[in-house]
């Protein structure tokens, strides 16, 4: 199961639609949400947008990689924000990649297939 983590629905309409049937697809619509289903579920990879009202992206990767149950899960972060510092603090809480918006849906089909355990 992948989890998809954005405060904008049409984003996650956009990434669901990439999906299509590579895996079942959880959908979280902020940080504190992204949490909630963390502690019930066990996704196989997360995408996880970075500005969310309330708990950001950075913070539920933070205590996901603090989490022993939660810290092998791959996270790949989506942002608008193209800046190196802030891929840098991406992959520095322990993300495996980081993608800019507008994606491209190739590439997160080839990073998806890259992370999502087999």
Do not use: H
């Amino acid at each position: 199961m992948i989890l998809v983590v954005d405060d904008t629905p049409a984003n996650i309409d956009i990434i669901i639609e990439i999906l299509g049937d590579i895996d079942e697809v959880a959908v979280a619509l902020d940080g504190e949400d992204a949490l909630d289903i963390l502690s019930e579920e066990s996704p196989d990879l997360v995408l996880l947008d970075i500005m969310m009202p309330g708990i950001d992206g950075y913070e539920v990767c933070r205590r996901m990689k603090e989490n022993p149950d939660w810290k092998n899960i791959p996270v790949i972060f989506l942002s608008g924000n193209d800046q190196a510092a802030e891929k840098e603090k991406g992959m520095a809480l322990g993300a495996v990649d980081y993608l800019i918006k507008p994606i491209d849906p190739a590439l997160v089909i080839e990073k998806v297939k890259t992370y999502l355990p087999s």
